[in-house]
């Protein structure tokens, strides 16, 4: 069964840093992604990361999040620095099959296996 655990999260004053973590298996050929959704507030895709490593951000994140895999392709990150009030919100790990190359794994596309989520905090 496809399970995605989440670690990580907390609070953090404005300026710092968290490091989210996602506990993944067998997703050598899946894209895999961040997003959060704020109270109140739609889900936004934050980072998305291809079986190739290719990666791509929201420009509210671009230069201080960069998300990751670890080599075996186990684990997802999310290094959040410069954090600021508005990066509050439950924030998820999601994957779903990268179903060709030319599939850039867009976080606007319907991905199908998500975390359970973890609170983010920033005050200012």
């Known amino acids: 069964q496809v399970e995605l655990v989440q670690s990580g999260g907390g609070s953090v004053q404005a300026g710092g840093s968290l490091r989210l973590s996602c506990a993944a298996s067998?997703?050598?050929?899946?894209?895999m992604g961040w997003f959060r959704q704020a109270p109140g507030r739609e889900r936004e895709g934050v980072a998305r990361i291809d079986n190739a490593g290719n990666t791509d951000y929201a420009d509210s994140v671009k230069g201080r999040f960069t998300i990751s895999k670890d080599n075996a392709g186990n684990t997802l990150y999310l290094q959040m620095n410069s954090l600021k009030p508005e990066d509050t919100g439950t924030y998820y790990c999601?994957?779903?099959?990268?179903?060709?190359?030319?599939?850039?794994?867009?976080?606007?596309?319907?991905?199908?296996?998500w975390g359970q989520g973890t609170q983010v905090t920033v005050s200012s």
């Open positions: 067998g997703y050598r050929n899946y894209c």
């Open positions: 999601a994957a779903r099959v990268r179903v060709s190359t030319w599939d850039i794994c867009s976080m606007r596309s319907e991905y199908r296996y």
